[in-house]
């Protein structure tokens, strides 16, 4: 994974105002609102969770070791909350769109292959630390 890329293009769509994951709890519940009640009224605590969550990551992506143990924590988190494998799908979909909206014309399309990339591994690492009748189901 190309980190400098990953760093540099969410710095082009996550400043000062930390808009992108708000913007992503927009977009995702517009195009799914059937996970709308997975989340409580007020999403700006987990929006805050979630994009200290990805600078962590970004912080540790060279380092195997403390993703897969995190990531593998959060994902049975994550399964106990009821979160399919699928909905990793709609949440790549829809971060992917926040960070190009906000891109806007300085977002391309190696932003978009790197983050889908670097997505996809994140949700494998937490679908791995899914109890084995969540992750079948």
Known sequence: MDKHLLETSLTLVDGADASLTPRFYAILFERYPQVRPMFGADTGPQAAMLRSAI??????????DWLSDTLGRLG?????YGVTAPMYDAVAECMLAAMAELGGDAWTPQMSMAWAEALGAVAGLMLAGYPAEAAAG
């Open 55 to 64: 600078v962590a990551v970004l912080e540790h992506l060279e380092d195997a």
């Open 76 to 80: 049975a988190k994550h399964a106990a």
